[in-house]
C-alpha cells in the first residue's frame, strides 16, 4: 500500500491540448476579404481594431454623397451604407453587404441601444441611414444631412438619437 501512494506522488498529468479554433468570430453577415491586407488584422485588439476604424473613415472626411457609389468599385463618393462598408472593408477586411437594409437586418451583432461602444454599426428608421459611433456622442457617417462624409451628433435628445433604432457590435 505504501508503494501505491509513493507512485501516485510520481503521477504527472498529461498535457492538455485544445481543438477549439483560436480565431475571433466574426459579427453576423461578414467574412474576410482574403484579397487585401486590412490595417487591423482578425486577432487585434479591440483598440487597434477601433483606430482603424477611425483613421479609414476620417481618411474620407468631406468625400461627397453620390447614391449608389462605392469607391471599392472605381467611382467617386459614397451613399451611407457604401460607406459603412467601405470603412469596415480597408480598417478590418470585412466583406458585407453595401445596402443599409440589409445592414440593418443582416449584419453585426445586436446589442442594446444604451451598450453603444465605439466602432459600432448604427441604424437609424431601421436601415433608411447608418453610420459608425465614433463615442463622445457622435457618429462619422455619409450624407445625414450634410452632403458628404462628416460628423454628427447622436447623443440623447439629438435628431439622429431619436432615429436610432438599432446598434450592431461590428468586433
Not at 453620390?66 to 477586411?93: M, P
Not at 456622442?137 to 444631412?145: C, P, Y
Request: with cysteine; glycine share 12%.
Amino acid at each position: 500500500m505504501g508503494s501505491a501512494a509513493a507512485n501516485s506522488s510520481n503521477y504527472t498529468a498529461p498535457a492538455q491540448t485544445t481543438t477549439l479554433s483560436t480565431l475571433p468570430t466574426l459579427p453576423l453577415g461578414v467574412h474576410l476579404d482574403p484579397n487585401i491586407t486590412p490595417l487591423a488584422p482578425i486577432h487585434a485588439t479591440y483598440e487597434q481594431k477601433f483606430q482603424a476604424v477611425l483613421t479609414v473613415a476620417q481618411d474620407k472626411l468631406g468625400t461627397p454623397y453620390i447614391w449608389g457609389h462605392n469607391e471599392d468599385r472605381g467611382q467617386y463618393g459614397f451613399d451611407c451604407s457604401n460607406f459603412t462598408e467601405y470603412v469596415y472593408h480597408h480598417a478590418l477586411g470585412y466583406l458585407m453587404s453595401t445596402s443599409s437594409r440589409v445592414q440593418a437586418t443582416s449584419v453585426g451583432d445586436p446589442v442594446p441601444i444604451g451598450d453603444m461602444q465605439p466602432g459600432d454599426l448604427l441604424i437609424f428608421n431601421n436601415g433608411g441611414h447608418v453610420g459608425i459611433y465614433i463615442g463622445n456622442g457622435q457618429m462619422i457617417q455619409e450624407g445625414g444631412g450634410l452632403g458628404k462624409v462628416g460628423y454628427l451628433r447622436v447623443s440623447p435628445g439629438s435628431y439622429w438619437y431619436n432615429h436610432l433604432t438599432a446598434v450592431k457590435r461590428m468586433f
